[in-house]
């Protein structure tokens, strides 16, 4: 894992200042030890249901890996709520969170090969708001767990609207030609079919 490696990423593709924040004192840490001198992009340790910079509205914010571990529907929609309201009007949120539909099969081996794996019974149904245990991986062993929760895209589209955003659309991920070699043709196929995460772009009024 790259900590801090999106907002890093974002101004080496052109953005004028980058803003990251997680609610971890120990990932805020690591972040800024990879910092330069350079003051276009800084970390803060806060809440993204409370977060806000006086006087400052973003055009861009992104979500990846985050919503999921908001457990409570009412948490989850104040975080989106504040999200929105911290957006500049025209504004866009991405994020990448786990689908939220019937008939999601992940792959076994998705943890060795990807780095995480939900650990849900095979074949069984999809439930609004199951919490459920994800294990990370590295090196191909588990080194860490966790709980998330697995919201409907139904939810989380009303959430989006609620909160003032107007064009709301998921996109399915797609592996390159070099991933498809590395992970084999089999793996992608049951990983997409349906995508077992989806991202979303979502666009404030």
């Not at 840490?29 to 249901?49: H, V, W």
């Not at 409570?72 to 539909?101: C, H």
């Not at 139904?154 to 992970?183: C, M």
Request: hydrophobic share 40%; with cysteine.
């Amino acid at each position: 894992m790259i900590l801090g490696h999106y907002s890093f990423d974002f101004l080496r593709w052109g953005a004028k200042s980058v803003i990251g924040v997680d609610s971890s004192e120990e990932m805020i840490r690591i972040c800024n030890t990879k910092k330069t001198d350079d003051q276009l992009i800084k970390f803060y340790q806060a809440d993204i249901s409370d977060y806000s910079l006086d006087g400052v509205k973003f055009d861009v914010a992104t979500a990846f890996f985050v919503l999921q571990f908001i457990h409570e529907k009412e948490a989850l929609r104040k975080a989106i709520a504040n999200i929105s309201e911290n957006l500049t009007s025209g504004g866009v949120l991405f994020g990448l969170i786990p689908n939220g539909v019937e008939g999601v099969d992940p792959p076994r081996d998705m943890g060795q090969k990807l780095g995480a794996q939900i650990q849900k019974e095979p074949g069984s149904g999809f439930v609004d708001g199951e919490l459920v245990a994800i294990n990370f991986y590295e090196n191909g062993e588990v080194c860490g767990s966790a709980t998330i929760a697995l919201h409907s895209r139904n939810f989380y589209e009303k959430s989006f609207s609620d909160a003032g955003f107007v064009e709301i659309e998921w996109i399915s991920p797609h592996f390159t030609e070099h991933a498809r070699q590395l992970l084999g043709d089999v793996f992608c196929h049951q990983f997409l079919n349906p995508p077992c995460d989806i991202m979303f772009k979502c666009v404030k009024k």
